[in-house]
């Protein structure tokens, strides 16, 4: 067992009693965890819950590192299938708060200061508590803003990575002993999804991230990000300005006074976020959206963001335009552009199939129609054809899906395709616009001159190496096997006819000797070998004739 593992072996046996707890038996004595011994100890829950329901439970239970894993594996339609998708999509992080002395100390920490010098107001009671940190209002002592302090949870860091340590063990073992999901390359993903919550752990880094967005978004946004108070922030500590407003997940729609207006705001801003600017929050869903008192939408808890290139965005422009101009072909070539995998695909058979899937979609109204069930159609899709996105354009689709769905709620009648093709319209004219297609000249250009002052240099090194006798060149053979099968046939056949005429010739030398015993009046073994060279002969005949080999 891993080193790191062994010295978490009390974690363990907390993990294997509540996998055991929730039916997950032949797990524990596949991967042969060690606490396997507790399973006849164990009170399971009732036996009618489905295996994905039981799996969110136990992700539930076992705390905040697995309920940020199930989040994170639910922004990744091309790994698992839309039903787990749909019950992670329901872990929250609500947790109860911590003890406020032990806040404090974190705080003091942070600042380097008493609590009394940062703050002259700093309210016990927190605005929100979850797994990794805890919010808490207070009044800036220098300045006078109310603020939002988020502070981090204390000891939570060593917590999960003792979790990211067993978690990457069981990676190991299911990678090993596991044929099926060789394919998902599961350590890789425990590293993946270390890197991405050691990130969300930083706040100096989610810091940087609302201060990227204000800028994106500039003065006339419609969408509204809080101001950071940078100088106060730290790795554990981020202090911005608090906003008045209340959660999607606690508002009473019919009171707003244009909620279709509001509608538009969120999606047209996570359209702009993704397409245009190509830095978005990568989970807007209701929990961390507020609306505020003049009704303007606010995104909180930056911690995780999604990045994308400007080649990124354009080859999604083109692809959303296939989507809606219900184009297979275009669609298809859009998809194999910004996948990887298989690289012999059917690709027919994969234009028929999202065919089908976008004839099932546009079955109904088109303000009816559901982009977010028809992108992760078309990843499901992808999955079966093995063909893999790379994770910020998965992100992003479930960002765009999760904004879908927010604007639904705010306003159930809002007619998205058509709000949507608006917007992807005129970002897809920004192309054409003459400053676009100059810098796309000017970026040519400089390739080519750069290219220019490359291939003298590369061309000098072949010939020095050429020269001091260090050229080699390196040959793959690919689908050889037919070919080498039928130089064995040729080679087979050859040395079995060069027999045969050996035999017959050597026949005819023991015939003319006259050597006894005879067989119709020549020697016996001249005529047994005329007889056996005759057979094989005709054998071989038969063979090349029945198989068409001639």
Same mark, same amino acid.
């Given at each position: 067992?891993?080193?790191?593992? =062994?010295?978490?072996?009390?974690r363990?046996?907390?993990i294997?009693m509540?996998l055991?707890k @929730?039916?997950? $038996? ?5 991967l042969?965890?060690?606490? /396997?011994?507790?399973l006849?100890?164990?009170?399971k829950?009732?036996q ?8 969110r439970?136990? #992700? ?5 590192t &697995?309920?940020k894993f199930?989040?994170?594996m639910?922004?990744?339609?091309d790994?698992l299938?839309?039903p787990?998708i749909e %019950?992670l999509?329901k872990?929250?992080d +609500?947790v ?8 404090k100390?974190?705080v003091?920490q ?6 009394? %010098?940062?703050f002259s !107001?700093?309210d ?10 805890? =919010?808490?209002r207070?009044v800036?002592k220098?300045? *006078?803003q109310?603020?939002?302090?988020k502070?981090?949870?204390? +000891?939570?860091?060593s917590?999960?990575e ?6 990457a063990?069981v990676a190991?073992?299911l990678?090993e002993r =596991?044929?099926?999901?060789k394919?998902?390359d599961?350590?890789?993903l ?5 890197r991405?919550l050691l990130?969300?752990?930083? #706040?100096?880094?989610?810091s ?8 994106y ?5 419609k !969408?509204? !990000?809080?101001?950071?108070y940078?100088? @106060?922030?730290?790795?554990?500590l981020?202090?911005?300005e608090?906003v008045q /407003? ?12 244009d ?5 538009k705001? *969120?999606?047209?801003?996570a359209?702009n ?10 989970d ?18 930056? *911690? ?7 080649? +990124?965005r ?6 959303l335009k296939?989507?809606f ?11 194999l552009r910004?996948?990887t995998?298989?690289?012999t695909?059917?690709?027919r058979?994969?234009e028929r ?5 976008m004839d099932?979609h546009y079955?109904?109204?088109?303000k ?9 159609? !078309?990843? $499901?899709?992808?999955?079966t054809?093995r063909?893999?996105l790379?994770p +910020?354009?998965?992100?992003m ?6 904004a879908e769905?927010t604007?639904?709620t705010?306003?159930?009648?809002l007619?998205?395709?058509?709000e ?8 897809a004219?920004?192309? @054409?616009k003459?400053e676009?297609?100059?810098r796309?000249?000017r ?5 080519? #001159? ?5 291939i003298p240099?590369? &061309? ?14 390196g040959?793959?053979h ?5 070919f ?11 040395s #079995? ?8 010739i /050597? ?6 000797t006259?050597v006894?015993?005879l ?5 016996a073994?001249g005529v047994i070998?005329?007889i056996?060279?005759?057979?094989l ?10 198989k068409?080999?001639?």
């Amino acid at each position: 067992m891993d080193f790191k593992a =062994v010295t978490s072996l009390g974690r363990f046996k907390d993990i294997v009693m509540i996998l055991i707890k @929730y039916g997950f $038996d032949d797990l524990i004595e596949r991967l042969d965890l060690p606490g /396997g011994d507790l399973l006849k100890r164990v009170n399971k829950v009732e036996q009618n819950l489905g295996t994905y329901e039981r799996i969110r439970l136990a #992700f539930q239970d076992l705390g905040p590192t &697995f309920v940020k894993f199930g989040q994170i594996m639910s922004l990744r339609p091309d790994l698992l299938p839309p039903p787990l998708i749909e %019950e992670l999509s329901k872990l929250q992080d +609500d947790v109860a708060p911590v003890d406020i002395e032990r806040i404090k100390e974190v705080v003091e920490q942070s600042t380097g200061k008493p609590l009394e %010098e940062t703050f002259s !107001i700093f309210d016990t009671a927190p605005l929100a508590a979850a797994s990794i940190s805890q =919010v808490h209002r207070g009044v800036l002592k220098s300045g *006078g803003q109310i603020v939002s302090v988020k502070v981090q949870r204390p +000891d939570i860091q060593s917590k999960m990575e003792t979790d990211l340590n067993i978690l990457a063990f069981v990676a190991e073992r299911l990678h090993e002993r =596991v044929e099926e999901l060789k394919n998902f390359d599961l350590p890789n993903l425990v590293q993946l999804i270390r890197r991405t919550l050691l990130r969300e752990l930083d #706040f100096n880094r989610e810091s940087r991230n609302m201060k990227i967005a204000r800028s994106y978004a500039g003065e006339g946004s419609k !969408i509204y !990000i809080p101001e950071v108070y940078e100088q @106060y922030c730290t790795k554990q500590l981020l202090i911005m300005e608090y906003v008045q /407003g209340a959660k999607l997940t606690e508002i009473d729609f019919g009171a707003l006074t244009d909620p279709e207006s509001l509608a538009k705001q *969120g999606l047209n801003a996570a359209i702009n976020q993704i397409l245009k600017d190509g830095f978005f929050h990568a989970d807007p869903h209701p929990g961390n959206i507020l609306v505020t008192s003049d009704e303007r939408i606010c995104l909180i808890d930056w *911690g995780m963001t999604g990045r994308l290139s400007e080649r +990124d965005r354009r080859e999604l422009i083109y692809l959303l335009k296939s989507v809606f101009e219900k184009d297979g072909e275009a669609m298809v070539l859009a998809l194999l552009r910004i996948t990887t995998g298989d690289n012999t695909i059917d690709q027919r058979g994969l234009e028929r199939d999202l065919l089908d899937i976008m004839d099932s979609h546009y079955a109904v109204p088109l303000k009816d129609m559901n982009i977010g069930q028809l992108l992760m159609a !078309i990843t $499901d899709t992808l999955r079966t054809y093995r063909l893999r996105l790379p994770p +910020d354009l998965v992100i992003m689709i479930k960002a765009l899906v999760t904004a879908e769905g927010t604007a639904r709620t705010i306003y159930p009648a809002l007619d998205v395709v058509s709000e949507a093709r608006g917007q992807i319209s005129e970002l897809a004219k920004e192309r @054409y616009k003459p400053e676009t297609i100059w810098r796309s000249i000017r970026f040519a250009f400089s390739q080519f #001159f750069n290219l220019q002052k490359e291939i003298p240099k590369r &061309f000098e090194s072949i010939l020095d190496k050429a020269d001091q006798g260090e050229l080699t060149f390196g040959f793959r053979h690919q689908n050889l096997d037919a070919f080498m099968k039928t130089i064995d046939n040729v080679t087979s056949r050859l040395s #079995f006819a060069i027999i045969i005429g050996s035999m017959v010739i /050597g026949s005819s030398m023991i015939v003319t000797t006259g050597v006894k015993p005879l067989l119709f009046g020549f020697p016996a073994l001249g005529v047994i070998g005329y007889i056996l060279s005759g057979l094989l002969g005709f054998w071989l005949i038969f063979n090349i004739i029945r198989k068409r080999k001639y």
